[in-house]
Protein backbone atom coordinates (compact mmCIF):
# COMPACT_ATOMS: atom_id res chain seq x y z
CA UNK A 1 0.00 0.00 0.00
CA UNK A 2 1.57 3.22 -0.77
CA UNK A 3 2.37 6.12 1.41
CA UNK A 4 2.34 9.45 0.36
CA UNK A 5 3.79 12.68 1.87
CA UNK A 6 2.22 15.77 1.05
CA UNK A 7 3.45 19.32 0.90
CA UNK A 8 2.34 20.47 3.91
CA UNK A 9 4.12 17.82 5.54
CA UNK A 10 1.81 15.14 6.15
CA UNK A 11 0.81 11.82 5.09
CA UNK A 12 -1.88 10.05 2.97
CA UNK A 13 -2.97 6.37 2.03
CA UNK A 14 -5.77 6.17 -0.65
CA UNK A 15 -7.76 3.61 -1.62
CA UNK A 16 -10.26 2.71 -4.54
CA UNK A 17 -13.45 1.44 -3.45
CA UNK A 18 -16.57 0.86 -5.61
CA UNK A 19 -15.64 3.51 -7.53
CA UNK A 20 -15.03 5.92 -4.90
CA UNK A 21 -11.62 6.95 -3.84
CA UNK A 22 -11.22 6.87 -0.20
CA UNK A 23 -7.97 8.67 2.02
CA UNK A 24 -6.80 8.14 5.49
CA UNK A 25 -4.74 10.66 6.70
CA UNK A 26 -1.56 10.67 9.32
CA UNK A 27 0.31 13.48 10.82
CA UNK A 28 3.40 11.40 10.93
CA UNK A 29 5.14 8.67 8.59
CA UNK A 30 3.21 5.20 9.39
CA UNK A 31 4.44 1.87 8.82
CA UNK A 32 2.65 -0.62 6.15
CA UNK A 33 0.31 -1.76 9.38
CA UNK A 34 -0.71 0.89 10.62
CA UNK A 35 -1.51 2.44 7.05
CA UNK A 36 -3.21 -0.94 6.93
CA UNK A 37 -5.23 -0.91 10.10
CA UNK A 38 -6.52 2.23 9.09
CA UNK A 39 -7.94 1.88 5.64
CA UNK A 40 -9.59 -1.39 6.96
CA UNK A 41 -11.40 0.52 9.65
CA UNK A 42 -12.06 3.75 7.20
CA UNK A 43 -13.25 0.87 4.75
CA UNK A 44 -15.13 -1.24 7.41
CA UNK A 45 -16.90 2.39 8.38
CA UNK A 46 -18.48 2.45 4.62
CA UNK A 47 -19.25 -0.80 4.76
CA UNK A 48 -21.33 -0.15 7.89
CA UNK A 49 -23.17 2.38 6.19
CA UNK A 50 -24.31 0.46 3.30
CA UNK A 51 -27.70 -0.26 4.47
CA UNK A 52 -30.44 -0.98 2.39
CA UNK A 53 -31.74 3.09 1.77
CA UNK A 54 -32.28 3.72 -1.73
CA UNK A 55 -32.08 7.34 -2.85
CA UNK A 56 -35.54 7.53 -3.01
CA UNK A 57 -36.10 6.21 1.02
CA UNK A 58 -33.21 9.13 2.06
CA UNK A 59 -34.82 12.09 -0.68
CA UNK A 60 -38.57 11.45 1.51
CA UNK A 61 -36.78 11.22 4.78
CA UNK A 62 -35.11 14.45 3.69
CA UNK A 63 -38.24 16.24 2.85
CA UNK A 64 -39.62 15.00 5.90
CA UNK A 65 -36.88 16.94 7.86
CA UNK A 66 -38.01 19.73 6.53
CA UNK A 67 -41.40 20.13 6.01
CA UNK A 68 -42.21 22.09 9.16
CA UNK A 69 -38.96 24.51 8.47
CA UNK A 70 -39.05 25.36 4.17
CA UNK A 71 -42.16 27.26 2.86
CA UNK A 72 -44.78 24.96 1.32
CA UNK A 73 -43.62 26.08 -1.93
CA UNK A 74 -39.91 24.82 -1.24
CA UNK A 75 -41.57 21.22 -0.42
CA UNK A 76 -44.08 21.27 -3.31
CA UNK A 77 -40.62 21.90 -5.64
CA UNK A 78 -39.17 18.83 -4.04
CA UNK A 79 -42.05 16.24 -4.87
CA UNK A 80 -41.73 17.59 -8.25
CA UNK A 81 -37.76 17.01 -8.66
CA UNK A 82 -38.64 13.48 -7.33
CA UNK A 83 -41.19 12.59 -9.99
CA UNK A 84 -38.43 13.71 -12.51
CA UNK A 85 -35.68 11.65 -11.02
CA UNK A 86 -35.15 8.07 -13.32
CA UNK A 87 -36.52 4.80 -11.00
CA UNK A 88 -32.75 3.56 -11.79
CA UNK A 89 -31.62 6.35 -9.52
CA UNK A 90 -34.20 6.16 -7.11
CA UNK A 91 -33.37 2.61 -6.47
CA UNK A 92 -30.02 3.10 -5.47
CA UNK A 93 -28.26 2.19 -2.80
CA UNK A 94 -27.38 6.37 -1.35
CA UNK A 95 -24.15 4.96 -0.34
CA UNK A 96 -23.03 3.58 -3.42
CA UNK A 97 -23.67 6.86 -5.40
CA UNK A 98 -20.73 8.16 -7.00
CA UNK A 99 -19.63 11.87 -8.26
CA UNK A 100 -19.87 9.99 -11.54
CA UNK A 101 -23.92 8.70 -11.02
CA UNK A 102 -24.69 12.38 -10.31
CA UNK A 103 -22.69 13.68 -13.10
CA UNK A 104 -24.51 11.33 -15.48
CA UNK A 105 -28.10 12.29 -14.11
CA UNK A 106 -27.32 15.81 -14.89
CA UNK A 107 -26.19 15.68 -18.20
CA UNK A 108 -29.87 13.77 -18.69
CA UNK A 109 -31.86 16.70 -17.30
CA UNK A 110 -29.59 19.22 -19.63
CA UNK A 111 -30.42 17.79 -22.49
CA UNK A 112 -34.63 18.80 -22.20
CA UNK A 113 -34.73 20.82 -18.97
CA UNK A 114 -33.65 24.62 -18.91
CA UNK A 115 -30.02 25.47 -16.88
CA UNK A 116 -31.95 26.73 -14.04
CA UNK A 117 -33.90 23.73 -13.75
CA UNK A 118 -31.14 21.45 -13.92
CA UNK A 119 -29.19 23.37 -10.93
CA UNK A 120 -32.36 23.15 -8.90
CA UNK A 121 -32.30 19.23 -9.49
CA UNK A 122 -28.29 19.18 -9.21
CA UNK A 123 -29.17 21.47 -5.52
CA UNK A 124 -31.60 18.92 -4.18
CA UNK A 125 -29.59 15.48 -5.24
CA UNK A 126 -26.72 17.34 -3.43
CA UNK A 127 -28.68 18.41 -0.26
CA UNK A 128 -29.76 14.79 0.02
CA UNK A 129 -26.66 13.42 -0.35
CA UNK A 130 -24.67 15.83 1.37
CA UNK A 131 -27.10 14.89 4.67
CA UNK A 132 -26.66 10.93 4.31
CA UNK A 133 -23.49 10.44 2.50
CA UNK A 134 -21.28 13.56 3.51
CA UNK A 135 -18.09 12.29 2.67
CA UNK A 136 -18.99 12.10 -0.97
CA UNK A 137 -17.52 14.50 -3.01
CA UNK A 138 -19.22 16.48 -6.02
CA UNK A 139 -17.46 17.97 -8.58
CA UNK A 140 -20.58 18.32 -10.96
CA UNK A 141 -20.43 20.53 -13.93
CA UNK A 142 -23.53 22.13 -14.47
CA UNK A 143 -24.93 24.18 -17.83
CA UNK A 144 -23.89 27.81 -17.91
CA UNK A 145 -26.72 29.98 -16.97
CA UNK A 146 -28.52 31.82 -18.84
CA UNK A 147 -28.82 35.87 -18.75
CA UNK A 148 -32.27 36.86 -18.12
CA UNK A 149 -33.17 40.25 -18.43
CA UNK A 150 -36.99 40.24 -17.28
CA UNK A 151 -39.38 43.82 -19.11
CA UNK A 152 -39.93 45.66 -16.54
CA UNK A 153 -43.11 48.08 -16.63
CA UNK A 154 -43.15 51.74 -17.68
CA UNK A 155 -45.21 54.56 -16.12
CA UNK A 156 -47.49 54.16 -18.95
CA UNK A 157 -47.73 51.09 -19.17
CA UNK A 158 -49.35 50.73 -15.73
CA UNK A 159 -51.30 53.58 -16.10
CA UNK A 160 -53.50 52.00 -19.21
CA UNK A 161 -53.17 48.82 -17.02
CA UNK A 162 -54.67 50.74 -13.96
CA UNK A 163 -57.09 52.55 -15.77
CA UNK A 164 -58.20 49.27 -17.60
CA UNK A 165 -58.33 47.60 -13.91
CA UNK A 166 -60.52 50.52 -12.69
CA UNK A 167 -63.78 49.30 -10.97
CA UNK A 168 -62.87 45.30 -11.04
CA UNK A 169 -62.01 43.08 -8.31
CA UNK A 170 -58.07 43.28 -9.66
CA UNK A 171 -57.72 47.03 -9.19
CA UNK A 172 -56.74 46.91 -5.95
CA UNK A 173 -54.41 44.09 -5.97
CA UNK A 174 -52.21 45.61 -9.27
CA UNK A 175 -52.20 48.52 -7.22
CA UNK A 176 -50.70 47.04 -4.04
CA UNK A 177 -48.47 44.68 -6.50
CA UNK A 178 -47.52 48.27 -7.47
CA UNK A 179 -46.41 49.47 -4.27
CA UNK A 180 -44.02 46.37 -4.16
CA UNK A 181 -46.04 43.20 -2.18
CA UNK A 182 -46.11 39.36 -3.52
CA UNK A 183 -48.92 38.10 -5.27
CA UNK A 184 -49.43 35.45 -2.22
CA UNK A 185 -48.76 37.99 0.55
CA UNK A 186 -52.09 40.57 -1.54
CA UNK A 187 -54.13 37.48 -1.71
CA UNK A 188 -53.47 36.81 2.33
CA UNK A 189 -54.32 40.03 3.44
CA UNK A 190 -57.64 41.11 5.40
CA UNK A 191 -59.32 44.03 6.35
CA UNK A 192 -57.42 43.80 10.10
CA UNK A 193 -53.98 43.76 8.29
CA UNK A 194 -55.37 47.53 7.53
CA UNK A 195 -54.69 50.58 9.80
CA UNK A 196 -55.17 53.83 8.54
CA UNK A 197 -52.89 54.25 5.55
CA UNK A 198 -50.32 51.33 6.62
CA UNK A 199 -51.12 47.83 5.87
CA UNK A 200 -49.03 45.20 7.66
CA UNK A 201 -47.40 42.40 5.45
CA UNK A 202 -47.09 39.06 7.64
CA UNK A 203 -48.08 35.60 5.84
CA UNK A 204 -48.72 34.36 2.10
CA UNK A 205 -50.92 32.57 0.42
CA UNK A 206 -49.28 29.64 -0.82
CA UNK A 207 -50.00 26.06 -2.52
CA UNK A 208 -48.77 22.78 -0.05
CA UNK A 209 -47.31 19.81 -1.78
CA UNK A 210 -51.37 18.52 -1.93
CA UNK A 211 -51.96 21.31 -4.07
CA UNK A 212 -54.11 22.96 -1.49
CA UNK A 213 -54.13 26.74 -0.62
CA UNK A 214 -52.92 27.41 2.90
CA UNK A 215 -51.87 30.78 4.71
CA UNK A 216 -48.31 30.34 6.04
CA UNK A 217 -46.20 33.04 7.62
CA UNK A 218 -44.19 35.22 5.36
CA UNK A 219 -41.18 33.93 3.05
CA UNK A 220 -38.46 35.01 5.10
CA UNK A 221 -37.83 37.45 7.86
CA UNK A 222 -37.58 40.57 6.29
CA UNK A 223 -40.80 40.13 4.26
CA UNK A 224 -42.28 40.24 7.34
CA UNK A 225 -43.04 44.65 7.18
CA UNK A 226 -45.28 47.18 7.19
CA UNK A 227 -46.16 49.31 4.32
CA UNK A 228 -47.64 52.93 3.48
CA UNK A 229 -49.82 52.85 0.41
CA UNK A 230 -52.02 56.43 -0.33
CA UNK A 231 -55.16 57.49 2.12
CA UNK A 232 -57.59 57.05 -0.87
CA UNK A 233 -56.48 53.63 -1.81
CA UNK A 234 -56.73 52.49 1.73
CA UNK A 235 -60.57 53.98 1.91
CA UNK A 236 -61.51 52.28 -1.17
CA UNK A 237 -60.13 49.00 0.36
CA UNK A 238 -62.20 49.67 3.33
CA UNK A 239 -65.48 50.73 1.25
CA UNK A 240 -65.65 47.69 -0.98
CA UNK A 241 -64.76 45.83 2.68
CA UNK A 242 -62.45 43.47 1.44
CA UNK A 243 -58.67 43.42 -0.16
CA UNK A 244 -58.83 40.72 -3.07
CA UNK A 245 -61.87 37.32 -2.78
CA UNK A 246 -60.75 35.80 -6.14
CA UNK A 247 -57.96 32.60 -6.82
CA UNK A 248 -54.37 34.07 -6.86
CA UNK A 249 -53.98 32.48 -10.54
CA UNK A 250 -57.15 34.73 -11.54
CA UNK A 251 -55.04 37.95 -10.67
CA UNK A 252 -52.30 36.85 -13.53
CA UNK A 253 -55.06 35.83 -16.03
CA UNK A 254 -56.41 39.23 -16.08
CA UNK A 255 -52.91 41.00 -16.24
CA UNK A 256 -52.32 38.70 -19.10
CA UNK A 257 -55.96 39.62 -20.52
CA UNK A 258 -55.41 43.41 -20.41
CA UNK A 259 -52.05 43.34 -21.79
CA UNK A 260 -52.94 41.53 -25.06
CA UNK A 261 -56.46 43.93 -25.32
CA UNK A 262 -53.97 47.30 -24.43
CA UNK A 263 -51.33 45.82 -26.74
CA UNK A 264 -48.66 45.81 -24.42
CA UNK A 265 -45.17 43.94 -23.67
CA UNK A 266 -46.16 40.60 -21.44
CA UNK A 267 -45.03 40.90 -17.65
CA UNK A 268 -45.85 38.86 -14.71
CA UNK A 269 -47.38 40.48 -11.43
CA UNK A 270 -43.89 39.67 -9.71
CA UNK A 271 -42.27 42.12 -12.05
CA UNK A 272 -44.60 44.84 -10.50
CA UNK A 273 -42.35 44.67 -7.56
CA UNK A 274 -39.34 45.27 -10.03
CA UNK A 275 -40.81 48.25 -10.92
CA UNK A 276 -41.77 49.44 -7.42
CA UNK A 277 -37.74 49.37 -6.71
CA UNK A 278 -37.25 51.08 -10.19
CA UNK A 279 -39.35 54.04 -9.02
CA UNK A 280 -38.15 54.25 -5.42
CA UNK A 281 -34.52 53.76 -7.12
CA UNK A 282 -35.34 56.59 -9.59
CA UNK A 283 -36.68 58.75 -6.82
CA UNK A 284 -33.18 58.67 -4.92
CA UNK A 285 -34.56 56.36 -2.25
CA UNK A 286 -31.83 54.93 -0.43
CA UNK A 287 -30.86 51.05 -1.46
CA UNK A 288 -31.76 49.80 2.03
CA UNK A 289 -34.92 51.50 2.49
CA UNK A 290 -35.98 49.71 -0.94
CA UNK A 291 -35.33 46.76 0.21
CA UNK A 292 -36.70 47.23 3.40
CA UNK A 293 -39.92 48.03 1.38
CA UNK A 294 -40.06 45.43 -0.49
CA UNK A 295 -39.74 42.33 1.74
CA UNK A 296 -36.08 41.79 -0.16
CA UNK A 297 -32.73 39.48 2.15
CA UNK A 298 -30.67 40.45 -0.25
CA UNK A 299 -29.62 42.99 -3.41
CA UNK A 300 -30.24 40.80 -6.25
CA UNK A 301 -32.89 42.58 -7.45
CA UNK A 302 -31.85 45.33 -6.68
CA UNK A 303 -28.40 44.63 -9.15
CA UNK A 304 -31.09 43.85 -11.91
CA UNK A 305 -32.88 47.59 -11.08
CA UNK A 306 -29.48 49.51 -11.47
CA UNK A 307 -27.94 47.50 -14.52
CA UNK A 308 -31.44 48.27 -16.51
CA UNK A 309 -30.59 52.23 -15.31
CA UNK A 310 -27.63 51.94 -16.73
CA UNK A 311 -28.61 50.42 -19.48
CA UNK A 312 -31.19 53.43 -20.56
CA UNK A 313 -28.52 55.67 -19.55
CA UNK A 314 -25.69 54.22 -21.75
CA UNK A 315 -28.78 53.81 -24.91
CA UNK A 316 -29.27 57.56 -24.45
CA UNK A 317 -25.42 58.77 -24.39
CA UNK A 318 -25.54 56.40 -27.42
CA UNK A 319 -27.88 58.07 -29.45
CA UNK A 320 -27.01 61.60 -28.23
CA UNK A 321 -22.97 60.37 -29.66
CA UNK A 322 -24.55 58.95 -32.92
CA UNK A 323 -26.57 62.00 -33.69
CA UNK A 324 -23.45 64.45 -33.43
CA UNK A 325 -21.02 61.78 -35.61
CA UNK A 326 -24.36 62.24 -38.14
CA UNK A 327 -24.16 65.91 -38.20
CA UNK A 328 -20.62 65.59 -38.61
CA UNK A 329 -21.11 62.98 -41.62
CA UNK A 330 -24.37 64.31 -43.24
CA UNK A 331 -24.44 67.99 -42.68
Known amino acids: MKIEKRASGSYRVRKMYNGQMYTVSFDHKPTQK ?4 AMAAELNKVQTKHESMTFRAAAEKYIASKK ?4 PSTIRGYATIMKQIPDTF ?4 VYDITALDVQMEINRMAEKCSPKTVRNHHGFLSAVLGAF ?3 LKLTTTLPQKIKNEPYIPSDEDMKKILAYAKGTAYEIP ?11 EICALTLDDLDEDVISVSKALVLNENKEWVVKTTKTTASTR ?11 IREQGYIY ?13 AQK ?5 HFSIHKLRHYFASKMSAMNVPEEDIMRFGGWETDYVMKGVYRHAMEDKNKKAQREAAGKLGNALFS
Not at 34 to 37: G, S
Open 261 to 265: KLGLP
Open 226 to 236: EIVIPIEIADK
Open 68 to 71: NILS
Open 133 to 135: YPD
Open 174 to 184: IILACYGLRRS
Open 34 to 37: EAMQ
Open 245 to 257: KGAPGKITDFLLA
Open 90 to 93: LAKN
